[in-house]
């Protein structure tokens, strides 16, 4: 059995004590992951930024609420760890300077200066050694080609292909690309019932072949 990495959930990067970037995203497929690698008698680390959904009481969940926070904790959790299931939405931009005190407001525009986070599973993906990683592209247009741009540069070994609608959402449907381009399985459904089948996909490619 393996012992697999799940990030889940989005990130928060705050522009001032009280305000903050994120995205719709619910943690609910990292947790339907770790429920369906459990089910599979697999040992499971969660890194989640801030959610509302419960995660399997057999999973190790590791809480954190910046990008940066959740780079630096699954970095570290990944090295005892076989694979990576990078299922979270972080975000991919941080403000330049965050205000130590609340941006009061003016009644004028504000000019907020972003620069672009250290992408989480490009990074890992690149120190991946002998360890398998396998992505989520969520993508409103091109879902496909932009999906197979991501697996290469982020050093996939697997790339789950979706679009905005998952955000937030009971169901889902996807696609699982490989290096060559070949789609291997198109879900959709229940967030469970897809989490089951790209467990599936997982368990056959790469942790078998393993």
Excluded at 6 to 21: A, E, H, M, N
Excluded at 77 to 103: M, N, S
Excluded at 138 to 161: F, G, N, Y
Aim: glycine residues 8%; aromatic residues 4%; contains cysteine.
């Amino acid at each position: 059995m393996a012992r697999i990495l799940i990030t889940s959930g989005p990130t928060r990067q705050y522009l001032d004590p009280v305000r903050y970037l994120t995205n719709a995203s619910s943690g609910r497929m990292g947790a339907a992951l770790a429920d369906s690698a459990l089910t599979l008698g697999h040992e499971v680390v969660v890194v989640t930024g801030p959610v509302d959904v419960p995660y399997p009481a057999g999973a190790e969940v590791i809480q954190v609420v910046s990008t940066e926070e959740m780079l630096g904790r699954a970095r570290s959790a990944f090295e005892h760890c076989d694979g990576l299931i990078g299922a979270a939405a972080p975000c991919d931009y941080r403000p330049l300077q965050v205000e130590t005190q609340k941006i009061a407001k003016t009644g004028d525009p504000i000019t907020l200066h972003l620069i672009e986070t250290q992408d989480v599973v490009a990074t890992l993906g690149g120190e991946k050694g002998d360890r398998w990683v396998v992505g989520f592209a969520l993508e409103t247009e091109d879902h496909r080609l932009r999906a197979l741009a991501k697996l290469e540069r982020k050093c996939c070994d697997l790339m789950v292909s979706n679009g905005v609608e998952a955000m937030h959402a009971l169901e889902n449907r996807v696609e699982i690309l490989n290096p060559a381009g070949e789609v291997l399985n198109t879900i959709s459904g229940p967030k469970t019932r897809v989490a089951q089948e790209i467990l599936a996909v997982i368990q056959q490619r790469l942790i078998k072949q393993g």
